[in-house]
């Protein structure tokens, strides 16, 4: 307990960023940078040394170990750590407010959740909250962008789903429409899992594929003007509404539907449905997320207890096909990689 506080702390002051790679710094100097009390500074960093997160050189002095570094403010996991303390702990520690408000029920939305009581505007969507604070979005969008959680132990897409076909049919048919988009990355954040495809599939062309999020997310994207990103269509769209990229092949929805109840999830389902090319019975529709087992893996029940906190769920198999069938589609395949809890639901039109 006394680590994940004073491994938060340290990150929120950015201390782990001003410890110098391969060299020592003294606690009285960490305190200046923030203006604070060498004792509170020595007390909270006594406590990572005595872990071993941090290293003592001498007495008052620390440099980094092996893993601290990861706890700097430009790395991924360190952001994640971030994410699951705000979406998850904090969270837990608001269940008995949460409960005391709703009773015992789900929160089916981005509204009314324990995240969003959590701080203090239950009403507020949570995005919005996420969104109002620059410092939290950009690392909400960075701990989306650990290399685990795109291409590493929970398996990339292109890992349990085989885009090759895609590229086959860029390069192949010579009939099939070349302004046709074949990958609609919806809710994509700054383009991580695209790229990860792309870089699978080189010929899959980066030009039919799109990257769609929230207006400030895909500002972001653009901002970081990733070379490996350039030719895709970077595209501003809230998936609520009417999908703008009608008859696509592939519309990826990953790590977005747990975000949401199964209302909010049949919605933005039947709007990519209503998008899906009549012409063409190949076109897709994949939901990655985690596939829960019956009874669940310690990897299910610990991201669905951080979905419960933001108004949505992990799901199984049934839970996929019921919200799939109500948005005018079926189950062609929930493709499985060994070693994983993630999986895509490939889905086609009825
Ligand atoms: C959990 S993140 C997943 C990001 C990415 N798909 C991945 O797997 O790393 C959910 C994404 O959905 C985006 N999002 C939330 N509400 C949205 C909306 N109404 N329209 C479009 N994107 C939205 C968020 O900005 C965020 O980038």
Known sequence: ????????????????????????????????????????????????????????????????????????????????????????????????????????????????NPYTVSWGHPETNMWEIIAADEEKQRVFAAGMRTTDSIAGKYGGPASIYNFAWLGDLASAEVKHDKQRALVVDVGGSHGATLKHILEANPSLPAERCVLQDRAEVIEEAIQRDDPALRAVRRMPHDFNHEQPVKGAMVYLLRRVLHDYGDGICIRVLARLAEALPRDDRRARVLIMDQVVSDPPSPGNAAADLVMFNIGGKERTPGNFDYIVREAGMRVVKIHRRAGTEVGVVECALL
């Open 1 to 112: 307990m006394g680590e994940i506080g004073a491994t938060y702390m340290f990150m929120q002051w950015k201390l782990f960023d001003k410890i110098p790679s391969g060299r020592s710094i003294s606690y009285k100097e960490l305190a200046a940078s923030i203006n604070g009390e060498e004792s509170v500074v020595a007390r909270i960093g006594g406590m990572l040394v005595a872990t071993g997160r941090l290293v003592q050189t001498s007495s008052g002095h620390v440099t980094h170990s092996a893993t601290s570094k990861m706890f700097t403010s430009e790395s991924p996991a360190g952001a994640l750590f971030l994410v699951m303390l705000e979406h998850g702990l904090r969270g837990y520690l608001h269940w008995p407010e949460y409960f005391a408000r709703y009773g015992v029920k789900e929160a089916t939305g981005p509204t009314n």
